[in-house]
């Protein structure tokens, strides 16, 4: 039996020498912004719980009201018995939230942007997908068996030239904040050709819903956009919300049909009503509470400001994601790992997420961080500055 593995091995060995081997820390402990590692505290700057509620008291006590009554799981798929007044509860709160007709929950993001992206397309029809997309938007595309166009990053004007030789069915899909640069889509124009070209337009703002616009409503609303600029939206609350799961929001008939075809939804258990309930707290937390994000934005200039003094090499970033480019996947993860021993959690990134020769620090904000953790984060950077 080991024999039909041993390629598998040699493979396993390709990715130690390339640097690009993915190893797990084991949390042992978490609490606000710091974890336990190993027996040791360290300060997390790596984690997308970007406003701090994931242990939000609120949160915490409408999960375990919930628990009590409903129990730890939901027993189904939605379309059996799995779909609770909560679940059903959530869904008009976030169709309200992000200002559209209806909003559908699934269990994860990644099921998410497969189930719209299989359900909208065929072999007869085309995606087209930024070039740093996250790997669920690409795989939906691929999956879909649509013909499938990639665009240099943000570039409009490649994006125009796909668009004007096609027929049929068109997708225009992207990130609206890039997970992995932090920067924003250019959705207003993107909005435009979309319109002009009649491609529908679908943007996975994971990382801008609850963050980004006054009244945290993300991207969208950073760009003053509706659902007829942008008719697909997909959102996870494993972020700004602090829990678990995703929805899309649109029209009643592409969450109809989204309900009737998209087999990541049919076919897998619903989320637990206890984390449905849990969002519907942290919801409220995100629109009454805008001070976490002016919080947010306070601690990124910081730490941009005083990375740049130290000649770090940043990405053109305004939001709670700060990557600092490295370059070598080796030297990342030294970068990595000299702050860990400094009391400092930071992921290094490394092809294939990101594009070869651009390995980095991704270094993400909580609002619950401090200035004077920002500081130290400084301090730690410059002492380990190659």
Request: overall charge negative; charged content about 20%.
């Amino acid at each position: 039996m080991s024999d039909l593995f041993s390629h598998l091995a040699d493979e396993l060995g390709e990715l130690r020498q390339k640097n690009v081997y993915r190893s797990r820390r084991i949390v042992e402990a978490s609490q606000g912004i710091y974890v336990q590692i190993g027996g040791r505290i360290l300060v997390n700057f790596c984690s997308n719980d970007y406003l701090g509620l994931a242990q939000h008291p609120d949160v915490v006590k409408a999960f375990q009201t919930a628990v009590n009554e409903y129990g730890v799981g939901s027993g189904s798929a939605h379309l059996i018995c799995g779909h609770s007044i909560i679940h059903h509860a959530l869904e008009e709160e976030l169709a309200t939230f992000t200002g559209r007709d209806r909003a559908l929950l699934f269990s994860t993001g990644y099921m998410a942007n497969l189930g719209v992206i299989t359900t909208l397309l065929g072999r007869f029809d085309t995606v087209f997908e930024d070039r740093l997309n996250h790997a669920s938007l690409l795989d939906g595309g691929l999956a879909s068996g649509a013909k499938f166009k990639r665009y240099a990053h943000a570039n409009v004007a490649e994006l125009t030239a796909h668009l004007q030789k096609t027929t049929g069915n068109k997708l225009v899909v992207t990130d609206g904040v890039f997970s992995m640069d932090g920067d924003f889509a250019p959705l207003d124009a993107l909005s435009q050709i979309a319109k002009q070209e009649h491609a529908w337009l679908m943007v996975d703002d994971a990382h801008g819903l609850g963050v980004i616009g006054e009244q945290g409503g993300g991207i969208l609303e950073y760009y003053g956009l509706g659902q007829a600029d942008v008719p697909i939206l997909m959102g996870t609350l494993g972020k700004g919300f602090g829990t678990f799961g995703a929805f899309v929001a649109g029209s009643e008939v592409l969450i109809e049909t989204l309900i009737q075809k998209a087999r990541p939804y049919i076919y897998t258990t619903a989320l637990p009503t206890a984390v449905a309930a849990a969002t519907r707290a942290s919801l409220q937390l995100v629109i009454k509470e805008s001070g976490r994000r002016s919080r947010l934005k306070i601690l990124a200039e910081r730490f941009r400001s005083g990375a740049g003094q130290l000649g770090w090499s940043l990405m053109p970033s305004s939001s709670a994601i700060q990557p600092i480019i490295v370059g070598d996947s080796q030297a990342a993860v030294a970068l990595s790992n000299a702050l860990f021993d400094a009391g400092f959690l930071v992921s290094a990134i490394r092809p294939p997420t990101v594009p070869q020769g651009s390995a980095r620090l991704r270094i993400t904000f909580s609002a619950l961080h401090e200035e004077q953790h920002v500081d130290r984060l400084l301090d730690a950077l410059a002492s380990v500055k190659p």
